[in-house]
């Protein structure tokens, strides 16, 4: 009888066998998923700061293509150029889209605006208008006196307090002032730190709302990975940022009136907000004041406080490094000379200030991971099935400190990029993202660095606060911002003096 019973079991795992292979799908070739994934969280836990630094340990133990599940999301970790190459070449219409988070809308992001928008035909309406209308060379070029500017504004601070020796400079908060009044003055026309502010309450509103929404930028909720969480409150989380949200909108909203009301006077457009409210005349229902608001907000989000903090590292270097900051003296007194000041027209003949530029952004990339992309259908890379849906995480920070791609890569050696043309070097250095996707605003960030940094060097010299080490550990945020913000004593280089003292 056991015996019998015995057979029946076998059989049954034959015809089982059988059915399986007929009925369900082989499974597919899936990237390996690293450590253990738990129910429900799947890899969560690994959710430590700093992100990137955490990530990028398990990608050395486990391999540089990784499929984890974060929640209810599956998530694509990449860490190498070939990898990185295929996700944005072959792959590059796959990976178009954006992944939407429930937190998002919170922080007050609109996914219609072209960094959050699905691709499609309305992204590509928005990519092109900024790429011909907002960030075009002859858009630039017709700021290029705002951006002198307010670098000749920061020189006068710095050259008015130089003079107390015991006096030191914070560095942050000047560079943050410095982009977000070159933003602001590109976009409306009007600046809000420092002198010639116009209308002061006003100035400090924007002050007041910049704190908080930069504050609140590196919030994530935990909702975007486990959505059944969405219907609890967090410690009124929620409630903050959409009151955030509502304080956002309707300061933009009047700016955006208030331009359209001096329209009615001038149809010259001498700012950003003109150029889009005269294409909101053309077309109203495309161009609406709801795009034009995200528009704005995106421009100041992604364009104040990564450039602000590449300058931060890039003098943190110089100040540890002072053999690195003498020879970019040398190169600009030798190109430009001590009869004048440095302009924009001078970067491009300035390589060793190009390679000090391109360094700081291999060791400090803006974004360590990248913004991150979402497969919109099933694709192929680095050999494995990758199925629609999937997140993608490249872990730039990873892929530009790899010992097997860059030599001794922790140290700071500007010499290294004289042989890289631009900002990258296949897939290996790539701070502005790369594919159809990559960050449009590549060129202003580059020319507010090098004027910034270049003038700096050229007009002062430049010392740290003690003899320890500028402290170059990393804080947490969407930016990677330094965890101490930089302080720095500086005097006028006597050469200079006459020139600094007439701005």
Known sequence: MEMVAFYY???????????????????????????????????????KKPLHQNLARISSQYGPILLLKFGSRRVLLVSSPSAAEECFTTNDIVFANRPRFLSGKYLGFDYTVLALAPYGQHWRNLRRLTTLEIFSSTRLQMFSKTRTNEVHSLLQRLLAIAGNSSETQDMKS????????????MIAGKRYYGDNVGV???????????????????????????????????????????????KRDQFMKELIEEHRMARTQSKDEKSLLDVLLSLQEDDPNYYTDEIIVGIIHVLLIAGTDTTAGTMEWAMSLLLNHPEVLKEAQAEIDAIVGQDR????SDISHLPYLHCIINETLRLYPAGPLLVPHESSEECIVGGYSIPRGTMLLVNLWAIQKDPNLWEEPTK???????????????????????GRRSCPGEGLALRVVGLTLGSLIQCFEWERVDEELIDMTEGTGLTMPKAKPLEAKCKPRPAMLSFLSQL
């Open 9 to 47: 079991f076998l059989a049954f795992l034959l015809a089982f066998f059988l059915l399986s292979k007929q009925f369900f799908p082989k499974r597919k070739n899936l990237p390996p998923s690293g450590p253990l994934s738990f129910p429900i969280i799947g890899h969560l836990y690994l959710f």
């Open 412 to 434: 700071f050696i500007p010499e290294r990029m004289e042989s890289i043309e631009g900002v990258r070097d296949g897939y290996k250095l790539m701070p502005f993202g790369s």
């Open 200 to 246: 002061l309450d006003k100035a400090k509103h924007f002050q007041e709302l910049v704190e908080e929404i930069f504050g609140a930028g590196g919030v994530s909720n935990i909702e975007d990975f486990l959505p059944l969480l969405k219907w609890v409150n967090f410690n009124g989380l929620e409630k903050k940022l959409v009151r955030l949200q509502k």
């Open 174 to 185: 000047m560079f943050f002032e410095l982009t977000l009044n070159n933003m602001m003055m």
């Open 341 to 344: 000041l440095l302009n924009e």
